[in-house]
């Protein structure tokens, strides 16, 4: 539609500066107007509307992850072992975004996740869960309890890669009574399947033809390499906004390391499993240990991207930049799990420290990556309009279908278990390395973290669209129609903010009411 024929006036400079529309970012962060160095969070600042002159459909949230990745949802999920695994990070890709698969694993497990994603087909399942004839029908009614299906490929040693000798679905157990019944005795022998190779409309068609709920793939040799199954044929879509690399097609990924000598080991065998980006993770980057880690990688790997941090000062971001990083990460001690504030009282508010590192970082063309402190969609379009490239996200996805570990219940809630990498659950498994450095420090481990549980968000097919969607009414509501008009409006000051007190913060959220429920989507 043709809206020419409408004019809009700009307001004048004196109502402007005088407060009749908020201040400018620079007004509100720099010293001269904030001479007490007040730091802000998210929650102390709200932005000012700005002129509509665009459908919210048209908001592009097209951004770079690094110098090189872009990303068309600037979303990514955290490297905790409670939040990104492979089933993650194929799930964010999917999405537009990117998931950072942890390294509370072995150098081996790692590489695998990596290898997952990157062999990753969509409507493929890639790691089945297989059981051998020696297993038994009780063995399956307990996968059903936990995972909730009951169609199960049979291998000669019940692992996906070895030969596929059977198949048991419910209806070959629904009459059997004894839960000790070997599997060899009931499952069907005779098993339709795809070869490897082969696409989802051939493998579609077969599963069509032969009207089963499964489809195992095989290689040449009879060995099981995947698993389709006609409920993910419903699902299965092209997703237009996934986030692939150029050459063969595969999702982006991306993987963390420490900065111990071993992990120089643990990064070869991650780009050797076809990482895209690789993430150092300290609690606190500007170390000799990263800076070194950081030139070693870009010598040695100059093809992968690296992401170094974390930092919350300009002083920290200059050296990192310096060693050659291609994106930062920006954060420190303000996750919802994190105590590292309280304990070490080292930090920053996280609103203050997107604005100024990203400001800064600016000017090298260096893009940021706001980690930490977001709660919601309002939290990721302030991070966004502060400058930060990209959000990285871990107690909002933790409680996702597609993050680790199994859904309990307690007092009636679907929760899932989240902990910091500083906690020292997580430090017991290896996360220690992010936030130690000496051989004696490791003798005493100081909790920089805690465990805790988060609220089921469903799965990612719907929960990143929700983000998407919520951030996008957002900078329609602030004028901007993409993050680079944003940035442009941050940095000439016509994208404006205001402080808001603690009675203004209770008033922006529900109030007055004797109860209430809340949907997301």
Wanted: glycine share 10%; aromatic share 6%.
């Amino acid at each position: 539609m043709d809206w020419s024929h409408i004019k809009v006036s700009t307001l004048d400079e004196a109502t402007r500066d005088e407060g009749g529309d908020g201040r400018s970012a620079k007004d509100v962060f720099h010293a001269s107007s904030n001479p007490g160095c007040v730091a802000f969070t998210y929650e102390d600042i709200i932005l000012m509307p700005g002129h509509i002159s665009f459908p919210v459909h048209e908001v592009d949230l097209t951004s770079h992850l690094t110098k090189k990745i872009k990303l068309k949802a600037p979303f990514v999920s955290s490297p905790m072992d409670t939040v990104t695994e492979s089933n993650m990070a194929i799930n964010m890709a999917l999405q537009g975004g990117i998931g950072i698969i942890h390294s509370n694993l072995s150098i081996e497990e790692q590489a695998s996740e990596v290898n997952k994603v990157k062999k990753y087909k969509n409507g493929f399942i890639t790691d089945p869960v297989c059981l051998s004839p020696d297993h038994t029908v009780g063995d399956v009614v307990e996968i059903k309890k936990t995972l909730g299906y009951s169609g199960i490929p049979i291998t000669a040693d019940g692992k996906i890669g070895s030969k596929l000798v059977g198949f048991v679905s419910a209806r070959d157990i629904d009459f059997v009574d004894e839960p000790t019944t070997p599997l060899s005795t009931v499952m069907t022998t005779d098993v339709t399947t795809g070869k490897e190779g082969c696409s989802l409309e051939e493998a579609n068609q077969i599963l069509r033809g032969s009207k089963k709920g499964k489809l195992p793939i095989v290689d040449a040799s009879g060995n099981i390499v995947s698993l389709i199954a006609r409920t993910d044929l419903h699902k299965a879509r092209d997703y237009p906004n996934a986030s692939r690399e150029q050459k063969n097609k595969q999702l982006l990924v991306g993987a963390s390391i420490g900065t111990r000598p071993n992990d120089k080991d643990r990064a070869s065998a991650l780009v050797e499993a076809g990482v895209d980006v690789i993430v150092i993770d300290s609690s606190q980057g500007d170390s000799i240990f990263q800076l070194d880690m950081v030139q070693y990688l870009k010598k040695t790997f100059p093809t992968v991207e690296v992401i170094g941090g974390n930092c919350v000062s300009c002083s920290q971001a200059l050296h990192l930049i310096e060693a050659g990083v291609d994106g930062l990460r920006v954060g420190m001690g303000i996750g919802s799990i994190c105590t590292t504030q309280e304990v070490c009282a080292v930090g920053r508010a996280q609103g203050s420290a997107v604005y100024h590192v990203g400001r800064f970082a600016r000017k090298f063309g260096v893009p940021i990556l706001a980690d930490g402190g977001i709660q919601s969609t309002g939290h990721i379009t302030k991070a966004l309009c502060l400058g930060a490239s990209c959000v990285m996200m871990g107690s909002m996805l933790a409680g996702t279908e597609e993050a680790p570990g199994e859904y309990f219940f307690q007092d009636g809630v679907r929760l899932k278990r989240y902990r910091g990498m500083g906690s020292i659950e997580a430090m017991s498994k290896g996360s220690e390395k992010r936030y130690v450095w000496g051989d004696d420090a490791i003798q005493v481990k100081v909790a920089q973290g805690v465990s805790g549980s988060v609220v089921d968000k469903g799965t990612l097919r719907r929960y990143i669209p929700y983000l998407c969607q919520g951030v996008r009414h957002g900078m329609q509501d602030a004028g901007v129609s993409s993050l680079e008009m944003a940035w442009e409006r941050l940095y000439d000051g016509n994208l404006r903010f205001e402080i808001r007190s603690p009675a203004a913060q209770r008033e922006g959220g529900v109030h007055s009411l004797h109860n209430y429920s809340k949907r997301l989507y």
